[in-house]
């Protein structure tokens, strides 16, 4: 067994909101030709027929305003560009939010990304661990829906924002730890009590034991007392609390995509300034694209057991989950992880519960048909390990990982 | 090993942001977790009249804050019915040396030849 999964004993997945992989790690291809990021011939016909290229012009705020559509019908067409035959070009971007403001000048920001500088945190460790060259939202749609596939490997038939009512028999991956034998911990921290979580509000009613604020989960981290899985929430609205003003972090267009990175910065500290830095690993992912630009085509997938109608996805026909969404940031951290580490294979949120499953509990069953087909990012801890699959590969922990000041 | 300088953001606070359709998204799921609360536990917010995410944050501080009370008020409420159970013993337990002392008490009178029997 390599000594990185031997030792591995707890993971940590932080999950933010709305940006996609061109928009904040796009740069990092002029450093790491290895990165699938923005390339100088990139660029989406705006409303005039005129090609807009893709810049290094993303500001921290302000600039996408009003949000970028991210439901299901503008995914569509930022997809396939409105082609009639439906063939997925990554297109229809500026169209796409064109369609907001009838506005040609203020369209084009939507092929904005940020400068590597900008964002030293998020493409540090990019550069630092495992950066995913293909990991994509699950659904080609918002954000509740893609969360729910974190949390369930399933958004249940859902395509949209609309409460998702769960049925059995898939369990949340909260649900399978704590109710296994041997049993294993779990816990959710949501930024505090003003931010709340998001999607799992029927876990906060039933099973408030589950959730912890972020106070909470940096004590837990210096005191070595981390559960087996852990799910990190940013703060989603800029609120007052004890200590003062509190600036959403969840880098939500127009929410301040410094202050996220702030976030980013904490999370990782916290994890390496602790006991538990040689058995953690931490997975920072955005749930879906927020409707900004990215070069990437989602592949097609095999289905799920649910199929969402043409009146629910509103773009007259039914999606029976067999596409995934745009591809968003997503790196793996761990002290066993080699410097520079590119991953090419697929994945989306359902992977998520698939690792962790595999990781803790091995076989288990009922899981959903998006779940058992999605790929894993920790080999499990049992059995003979494939070493190209191995992202914890290194045989002495690594004593060169950075620190941010934040 | 390398310290990575973060810039701090200036300006960003802005609670009279109009609420997302995310923040609205959740507040509905956490309306109707509230709607299941017992009634002490309500908010006096109606959440289609809320316009930015400072009210939107005191949405859902409340709820949030009433889930975990109403949680936490329950699990006190059956903390406290286990006293009482062991209430009921002890009373048993007494009732028992009760009974006892009785017992003793009618084998003395027997000795002495009592004429009240046991009642049937």
């Known amino acids: 067994m390599p000594p990185g999964l031997d030792k591995l004993q707890h993971i940590v997945v932080l999950m933010m909101e709305n940006r996609s992989f061109d928009h904040m790690l796009g740069s990092l291809k002029a450093v790491n030709t290895a990165i699938d990021g923005v390339t100088p011939d990139l660029s989406n016909p705006d409303t005039n027929g005129n090609p807009v290229k893709a810049q290094a012009l993303a500001e921290f705020q302000a600039q996408l305003q009003p949000d970028p559509d991210h439901h299901f019908p503008a995914v569509d067409l930022q997809i396939f560009g409105g082609d009639p035959n439906r063939v997925a070009n990554m297109q229809g971007f500026v169209k796409s939010y064109f369609n907001q403001q009838r506005d040609v000048g203020h369209s084009q920001k ?31 749609g918002p954000t509740i829906c893609n969360r729910a596939f974190a949390h369930y490997g399933t958004s249940f038939g859902r395509v949209d924002m609309n409460l998702i009512y769960i049925n059995e028999p898939f369990k949340s991956i909260y649900d399978r730890l704590i109710g296994a034998t ?16 998001m999607e799992v509000t029927n876990l906060l009613e039933n099973q408030p034991e589950l959730f912890g604020t972020f106070p909470q989960f940096l004590d837990d981290c210096a005191k070595g007392n981390l559960p087996d899985y852990t799910f990190v929430e940013p703060n989603f609205n800029d609120h007052e609390s004890d200590s003062g ?44 694209h927020g409707g900004i ?11 799920d057991q649910f199929t969402a109608s043409a009146n629910d996805t509103g773009t007259g026909l039914p999606f029976a989950f067999d596409r995934l969404g745009v591809r968003v940031p997503a790196i793996l951290v761990s002290p066993w992880i080699p410097k520079g580490t590119v991953v090419n294979r697929v994945f989306d ?28 990012f920790i080999e499990p801890n049992s059995g003979a390990v494939d070493p190209a699959r191995n992202l914890l590969s290194l045989d002495v922990m690594r004593t060169d990982c950075p620190d941010f000041d934040v | ?52 995410e400072g ?31 062991k209430r009921v013993i002890e009373i048993a337990a007494v009732a028992d040396e009760a009974g006892e002392r009785r017992m003793r008490g009618r084998s003395k009178s027997k000795k002495k030849g009592g004429s009240r029997g046991p009642k049937k």
């Open chain 1, 110 to 140: 939507i092929m904005y990304y940020f400068a590597q500088k900008d964002l030293p945190v998020l493409t540090t460790l990019a550069l630092e661990f495992a950066v995913f060259n293909r990991w994509f939202a699950s659904i080609p």
């Open chain 1, 349 to 376: 949120h359902a992977s998520t519960p698939a690792t962790v499953t595999k990781f803790f509990l091995g076989d288990y069953a009922p899981r959903s048909p998006r779940e058992t087909s999605a790929d894993v």
């Open chain 2, 1 to 52: 090993m390398m310290m990575i300088h973060v810039p701090r953001p200036k300006n960003a606070f802005n609670p009279n942001r109009p609420v997302s359709a995310l923040l609205k998204a959740q507040m509905e799921y956490l309306h109707e977790a509230e709607k299941r609360l017992p009634l002490r536990y309500h908010s006096e917010i109606y959440i289609n009249a809320v316009k930015t």
């Open chain 1, 182 to 197: 041997p049993k294993h911990t779990s816990k959710l921290y949501y930024y505090d009590t003003t931010s709340s979580t």
């Open chain 2, 55 to 85: 009210e939107a944050a005191k949405y859902i501080r409340h709820v949030t804050e009433a889930i975990h009370e109403a949680h936490e008020d329950a699990a006190a409420a059956r903390a406290r019915v286990v006293p009482k159970r």
């Open chain 1, 293 to 303: 630009y990215d070069h990437v085509v989602p592949p097609a997938c095999p289905k």
């Open chain 1, 245 to 288: 003003e509190e600036v959403a972090n969840d880098q939500h267009p127009d929410h301040n995509v410094q202050a996220g990175e702030i976030y980013i910065g904490q999370v990782y500290n916290a994890i390496k300034n602790s006991p538990l830095w040689p058995n953690t690993a931490l997975l920072t992912v955005y749930d879906e």
